[in-house]
């Protein structure tokens, strides 16, 4: 196939091997954004499943008003905040609260060394409001472009742009109460 468009149309006419092949190209971001997202593999998983479910049952919904990695990383974000949303929800009725202690989550990707680290950041980032943590996930974890960004959130780049930097605020602010001496050891 010639582009990830041309892809989504033969996905529409219900070629089997072109949604495996856009399955291929997007699985792993995919699963990395929703990894960012719920720190938690196998929820990461169920996410990427329903994902590549509603891709399927929404291409023909695909208009090309955005590249098809926008939409994709669109229904990625929005799939995984639902899911967190619905988490809480069912936290409430078990147990009367929403889950604010999340288990220590060590992502996949993270060097040894800087385990420890990267527990006390993911945490931190999973305390941020939902649109701070969405730029912040999709420009610091995912690297993506900010004007990407903007157009997977549907806002403009100054948005993004005073998204990124209340974040950073607030998890500068969060992180010296988790580790008050962080800043002294470098």
């Given at each position: 196939?010639?582009?990830?468009?041309?892809?989504?149309?033969?996905?529409?006419?219900?070629?089997?091997?072109?949604?495996?092949?856009?399955?291929?190209?997007?699985?792993?971001?995919v699963y990395n954004t929703a990894l960012g997202y719920v720190q938690n593999?196998?929820?990461?998983?169920?996410?990427?499943?329903?994902?590549?479910?509603?891709?399927?049952?929404?291409?023909?919904?695909?208009?090309?008003?955005?590249?098809?990695?926008?939409?994709?990383?669109?229904?990625?974000?929005?799939?995984?905040?639902?899911?967190?949303?619905?988490?809480?929800?069912?936290?409430?009725?078990?147990?009367?609260?929403?889950?604010?202690?999340?288990?220590?989550?060590?992502?996949?990707?993270?060097?040894?060394?800087?385990?420890?680290?990267?527990?006390?950041?993911?945490?931190?980032?999973?305390?941020?409001?939902?649109?701070?943590?969405?730029?912040?996930?999709?420009?610091?974890?995912?690297?993506?472009?900010?004007?990407?960004?903007?157009?997977?959130?549907?806002?403009?780049?100054?948005?993004?742009?005073?998204?990124?930097?209340?974040?950073?605020?607030?998890?500068?602010?969060?992180?010296?109460?988790?580790?008050?001496?962080?800043?002294?050891?470098?």
């Open positions: 196939m010639n582009s990830h468009e041309d892809i989504i149309q033969a996905v529409v006419l219900g070629d089997k091997k072109a949604f495996q092949e856009l399955y291929l190209a997007f699985h792993v971001k593999e196998g929820d990461a998983e169920e996410i990427t499943q329903d994902v590549f479910v509603k891709i399927h049952q929404y291409a023909a919904n695909f208009k090309g008003q955005s590249q098809v990695s926008t939409w994709i990383y669109r229904i990625t974000v929005n799939t995984s905040l639902n899911f967190l949303k619905k988490k809480n929800r069912f936290a409430i009725f078990r147990f009367g609260k929403p889950d604010t202690n999340k288990p220590d989550f060590e992502h996949p990707g993270v060097l040894l060394e800087n385990k420890e680290k990267s527990k006390i950041l993911f945490k931190t980032i999973q305390s941020l409001p939902d649109n701070q943590k969405t730029a912040f996930i999709l420009c610091y974890v995912e690297d993506l472009p900010q004007q990407e960004v903007a157009d997977i959130m549907e806002i403009s780049l100054k948005a993004v742009e005073s998204l990124l930097q209340r974040a950073k605020k607030n998890l500068r602010k969060k992180l010296d109460f988790f580790a008050p001496n962080r800043r002294k050891n470098k």
